[in-house]
């Protein structure tokens, strides 16, 4: 895993447990997250992103997290490899993801006037579609249903490895009713652009708000902007736009393609896809019928490319 803000701060190395930490990577409500170093048994260096919680935050709240990583298993999802403590912080390592996160895409590619190509946005929707029908049907390892949300599905927390593996993580506000984890009821937790109007409304959270969140996340793929973006930061205003959940699709844009938009976005929770499983069946015929998707070798060269971008301003602005 590994957030890709638009600066990377450079810290003195420094041991935190058996990891070196090099760089800070991000930061959120609940954690930090960094760039770890260490040795496997054979002596071979390797690469983690460490979470490590702040220290007000409840050790429950780090718990959840850490254990719900531990039951979930699935290419899709970033795995967690080891959970600890070192100087009265509890931390998280988890598989190192080079390609940064789907936000950091984004902004590359808006700041240099390009847009992704619609297939390669289609293709990473439909693996993060995978990943949530995993997630929101996964069962306790005695069979007991956990009834997962995930909660908080937006670009920052959609990584991409080095071969154009598409994952989706940060599983902090995940509720699980199944085995009551998560916020409470009422709680609004998310980053606010991707909420879903039942969110904005403190209302009990299912698996629409997920979809309704990815509906966003496809929205601004296929067409290059945000579909609830207002010209005031007020969370007030943001909400209300995103309860409204009008769109103005262009004509441009292939009708079967806007008639997927506006099913998941649709504000009436009925209205949506009942399943990640079913908004992901939409794409992929779709693409199969429009001759979209090219072949798996050239989405995968058209991400890759779409990469490349993302990781070169990085790097520049960034210089070692």
């Not at 702040?54 to 970033?78: C, I, Q, T, W, Y």
């Not at 993580?169 to 980053?191: C, N, S, Y």
């Not at 399943?275 to 050239?298: I, K, M, N, V, Y």
Request: glycine share 10%; charged share 25%; hydrophobic share 40%.
């Amino acid at each position: 895993m590994q957030p890709a803000p638009s600066k990377t701060v450079e810290i003195p190395s420094r041991r935190f447990g058996r990891y070196v930490l090099r760089s800070r990577l991000g930061s959120g409500g609940m954690a930090e997250v960094f760039l770890g170093e260490a040795k496997d048994e054979k002596g071979t260096p390797f690469k983690v992103a460490l979470k490590l919680m702040r220290k007000d935050v409840a050790a429950e709240s780090f718990a959840d997290e850490a254990d719900l990583m531990g039951l979930l298993e699935h290419p899709n999802l970033v795995r967690r490899l080891e959970i600890g403590e070192a100087f009265g912080r509890y931390f998280i390592a988890m598989e190192f993801l080079v390609g940064g996160d789907l936000e950091g895409l984004l902004q590359a590619h808006h700041r240099q006037g390009q847009s992704i190509p619609v297939a390669a946005g289609v293709h990473v929707c439909t693996e993060v579609l995978r990943a949530l029908a995993y997630f929101h049907q996964a069962r306790t390892r005695s069979g007991r249903p956990l009834e997962l949300v995930h909660g908080d599905v937006n670009p920052s927390n959609i990584f991409f490895s080095g071969q154009c593996e598409v994952k989706l993580g940060d599983f902090g506000v995940a509720k699980a009713r199944g085995l009551d984890l998560g916020p409470e009821d009422g709680v609004t937790a998310g980053k606010l652009h991707y909420l879903s109007p039942e969110q904005t409304r403190g209302d009990s959270v299912t698996l629409a708000s997920d979809l309704f969140s990815m509906g966003i996340v496809l929205h601004e793929l296929v067409l290059g902007v945000h579909p609830f973006e207002r010209d005031s930061d007020d969370p007030e205003v943001v909400m209300a736009a995103i309860r409204a959940a009008k769109l103005s699709l262009p004509d441009t844009l292939d009708k079967r393609l806007a008639a997927i938009v506006r099913k998941s976005l649709a504000p009436d929770v009925n209205q949506r896809y009942r399943t990640a499983g079913e908004f992901a069946g939409a794409l992929l015929a779709w693409a199969l019928d429009t001759g979209q998707p090219f072949s798996p070798r050239e989405v995968q060269a058209s991400l890759q490319q779409a990469l490349s971008l993302a990781l070169w301003e990085r790097e520049k602005s960034n210089p070692r």
